[in-house]
Nanobody, 123 residues
Framework: VQLQASGGGLVQAGGSLRLSCVAS????????MGWFRQAPGKEREFVAG????????SYTNSVKGRFVISRDHAKNTVYLQMNSLKLEDTAVYYC?????????????????WGQGTLVTVSS
């Protein structure tokens, strides 16, 4: 297993969660990392991405100002801090490692995928 996501759970609207994704060093050190999500009945969508050195980040519009992506090279881990959660954030969240040093919205650039962690936001 090269990517292991965790941290999902049940949270009330307005609450916070932090997702973690531990990667093997080979798939992390020089690779962009991304977070995606798939809500029931919907296609998987890009949430956030970060370049290999953390210098560039990008977010889908619906999470800007609420979610923060970060990475810790010493721990081979990428995080997704999710604040002010909304009902529409309910989804299975996946981390992914890019083939390249950068991250982007296109799923085609991602070589490895984690198993997903479920986030459920309740009212």
């Amino acid at each position: 297993v090269q990517l292991q996501a965790s941290g999902g759970g049940l949270v009330q609207a307005g609450g916070s969660l932090r997702l973690s994704c531990v990667a093997s060093r080979r798939t992390f050190s020089n690779n962009g990392m991304g977070w995606f999500r798939q809500a029931p009945g919907k296609e998987r969508e890009f949430v956030a991405g970060m370049s290999w050195n953390g210098g560039d980040t990008s977010y889908t519009n619906s999470v800007k100002g609420r979610f923060v992506i970060s990475r810790d090279h010493a721990k081979n881990t990428v995080y997704l801090q999710m604040n002010s959660l909304k009902l529409e954030d309910t989804a299975v969240y996946y981390c992914a490692a890019s083939r390249f040093a950068y991250a982007a919205r296109s799923q085609g650039i991602y070589q490895y995928w984690g198993q997903g962690t479920l986030v459920t936001v309740s009212s």
